[in-house]
């Protein structure tokens, strides 16, 4: 494995999750990477040691079973695990950051206590609902329906391309609740797996992150209390459009992962491979080459670890 790398001048406690999410990944996720791929299933028993090691609630309140410890620590615990299994990142990252985050950062104590509890051991699967087949960022097109009747709201349509949506327990939704408001007629809402009425139609058979298992998602006269609206009622652009912020920072730690993979698998190779009886690792051209792809991966690493660290400064 590739080792070397600049020094960001990290704090200890981010190395050290770095050093543990590392070797946990190396052994126990990088053996079965090839055989996730194949049966395009992702071992749920990680979702349990990713708990134990307190990497489900990385930005969680403690109060509520989280760590505290920050976007950054996400960031690097993304592309560790993501340097082993792109696929088991991108279900790691929707899990502890577009579902746990967004309910740490909107939900009230009462919905706190109920729910990052069991996300943050790895006891319930989390997931976020927002993309459509006729929408997808373009959120203000989604049609999926909340209509008010009596103490509750009732559920109408289909989400679709949903990371972790045919295991997910506990789910952060989005849908109109007045489709005449426009984007302030959009809701956040904590949607449970055991509603009647919500069911998966389908699971995705994908071309590529296979074993992060996608959905679509149906909703057939769900009903979901008001207890489990997530911030207010129409105030659902604001719960997404101020997560996309962190979403899009914690996941580019998956890119960050695959190009360290991407060093870890060619420069052995170099130094193995020969041509003209010597290493191809000592001929200018691809030297050149793999110069090329460590300046772009400590650039870009350089580039995500400060938009981390202006995340945890509340600089968004």
């Known amino acids: ?142 049609k999926l329906r909340a209509e008010k009747r009596n103490d509750r709201y009732v559920l109408n349509g289909t989400k679709m391309w949903i990371t972790n949506g045919p295991d997910a327990e506990t789910l952060v939704v989005y849908a109109k609740t007045d489709p005449e408001l426009h984007s302030r007629g959009i809701t956040a809402f904590i949607v449970e797996k055991s509603m009647a009425g919500f069911s998966v139609a389908q699971k995705l058979d994908k071309l590529g992150m296979r074993g992060s298992n996608t959905g679509e998602l149906v909703f057939e006269n769900v009903e979901v209390p008001f207890g489990n609206v997530l911030h207010e009622e129409g105030r659902g652009v604001e719960v997404l459009m101020s997560g996309l912020d962190y979403e899009r920072t914690v996941l580019a730690g998956g890119p960050l992962g695959l190009m360290t993979a991407c060093l870890d698998v060619a420069i052995p190779y170099v130094h193995e491979r020969k041509q003209f009886g010597q290493p191809i690792g000592e001929f200018q051209l691809v030297q050149g080459k793999l110069a090329d792809m460590y300046t772009t991966m400590n650039a870009a690493r350089a580039y995500v670890y400060a938009v981390a660290a202006a995340c945890d400064r509340g600089q968004t």
Not at 51 to 75: E, N, R
Request: glycine residues 10%.
């Open 1 to 142: 494995m590739y080792t070397h790398t600049l020094n960001f001048g990290l704090d200890e406690d981010i190395e050290a999750l770095r050093d543990l999410v590392r070797r946990f990944a190396q052994d126990k996720i990088a053996p079965i990477a090839a055989e996730i791929d194949r049966s395009n299933e992702f071992p749920a028993h990680l979702w349990a040691e990713f708990g134990g090691l307190g990497l489900l609630g990385i930005t969680a309140d403690p109060d509520f079973g989280g760590t505290g410890m920050g976007y950054l620590a996400h960031v690097v615990a993304m592309e560790e695990i993501s340097r082993a299994s792109a696929s088991v990142g991108l279900s790691y990252g929707a899990h502890s950051n577009l579902c746990v985050n967004q309910i740490n950062r909107w939900a009230t104590p009462a919905q706190k206590e109920k729910h990052l509890p069991a996300l943050c051991t790895g006891e319930k699967v989390g997931a976020l609902a927002m993309s459509e087949s006729g929408a997808g960022s373009d959120v203000v097109s989604l």
